[in-house]
Structures are given as C-alpha cells and as structure tokens.
C-alpha cells in the first residue's frame, strides 16, 4: 500500500488527517506529528520531518508521496528542496502561504515570539530562499484560493497551482 504523508498546519492535529484519510482510504496515511504552535524554526522542523521519514520502513526503490495543509507544505517543501527529495515522488499543498501570511505577524502581537510565525512572516528571509528553488523530478500540485482568510490572495500559490 502506497505511503502517504501527511502534515498539519499551523495549531492543527491529527483531527485534521479525517477527510484525508477517507478520500485516501486505498493508502496508508501516516501523521507526522510536530509542535504545530512553531515554537522552533521551519528548518527545524523540516529537520524533524527528515528523521522521521527515515525512520519509515521502505522497500527498495519506494517512494512516498506528501501532503502538507498550510505550513505543513511549507515545511514538506524546505525537507524536499533543501535536505533530501529522494524518497518522495509526489507533493500536494492545501493553501500553503509561500509568500507569508498576514496572519503569523498579527499573531505574533499577541503570542510570545514563536520561530516558525517569523519565518512565515511575508517578506522572510526563510520564505525568499524557500521560493528561490525549484524542485526536481517529484509531481508536485498546489492548491491555493483567493478566497482563504488565513492565507490570503496570491500568497497561496505555489508551483503548479490550482485554484479552487
């Protein structure tokens, strides 16, 4: 059975794997589980992500494929472009903000200084590298609206988007 990996966005949990796991009911669906508050920096994270991957019990020649809801894609793709990409062939994101979120400074007002909101913050340093880059040989979909009030306008367009 095909594995598929999926990773929450911002204060999400595994709740949030439900709908996924019914569309995707003829794969495994497994959760990577991180502080979604983002105490700590993406990379960080994104480091996370690389050690748990590599804890995943694959065949020879087996690929995994990964979904990532707001940051989680955004966490997904700083693993796939900067540290490993060899072990996945495709990539889904879900309003994904890879140009920031308004949202991550208006939190930041009011929650004590977490990492991961700055690097989310529109205009980051983290965000420019992360855009900078292209990823090589995995299918990759991004879906993204004008309409979501969390990321909004083009901020959620990625790479190879779709609008819904």
């Not at 200084?113 to 900078?132: A, C, I, P, V, Y």
């Not at 901020?155 to 819904?164: F, I, L, Q, V």
């Amino acid at each position: 059975m095909k594995k598929v990996i999926f990773i929450p966005g911002f204060t999400g949990g595994k709740r949030d794997m439900y709908v996924i796991r019914m569309v995707l009911s003829n794969f495994e669906v497994i959760y990577f589980s991180y502080d979604t508050w983002l105490n700590k920096s993406l990379v960080d994270y994104s480091l996370e992500l690389k050690k748990f991957i590599n804890t995943l019990k694959l065949k020879k020649g087996e690929k995994i494929s990964i979904i990532g809801i707001s940051v989680g894609g955004i966490i997904a793709r700083y693993y796939l472009e900067f540290l490993d990409n060899k072990k996945v062939d495709k990539f889904v994101t879900l309003c994904s903000p890879f140009k920031g979120s308004l949202l991550a400074s208006f939190a930041l007002l009011f929650l004590r200084k977490q990492r991961g909101l700055e690097d989310l913050k529109t205009n980051s340093q983290f965000l420019k590298n992360l855009n900078h880059k292209r990823l090589n040989g995995i299918k990759e979909k991004n879906f993204w609206s004008m309409l979501d009030f969390l990321v909004p306008g083009v901020s959620g367009k990625g790479r190879n988007p779709e609008h819904t």
